[in-house]
């Protein structure tokens, strides 16, 4: 096998990588997105002037509630990995739903 059918075979591969999404609601408000891509997590509120992003190593999110980003934050501290954090939502009353 040639580097050049290697690195098509490598690209086709990571070509089908899924990724997955989920919302998080507190009865039917929503108040969480999450993705299983390590990434960002963001808040409502804007970040101060020069602040680095938040990030995250197994997850990526956006708050869609500024009430709940509290007790979503230290369930995320509390978290190991993601099918963890899933859970301690689960575990705390929201609704988990795929999104894709």
Do not use: K
Not at 24 to 33: C, R
Not at 35 to 46: K, V, Y
Not at 62 to 80: N, R, S, V, Y
Request: charge should be negative; proline fraction near 10%; include cysteine.
């Amino acid at each position: 096998m040639t580097r050049h059918e290697l690195a098509f075979l490598l690209l086709a591969a990571c070509a089908h990588v899924s990724h997955h999404q989920w919302r998080v609601y507190d009865g039917d408000l929503p108040i969480l997105e999450v993705s299983d891509r390590p990434g960002p997590i963001t808040s409502t509120a804007m970040p101060p002037p020069g602040a680095p992003p938040v990030t995250n190593p197994f997850l990526s999110a956006a708050a869609l509630d500024a009430g709940h980003e509290d007790q979503l934050g230290t369930l995320l501290a509390g978290a190991h990995d993601l099918r963890e954090f899933l859970h301690a939502l689960e575990g705390a009353g929201f609704r988990v739903v795929p999104t894709d």
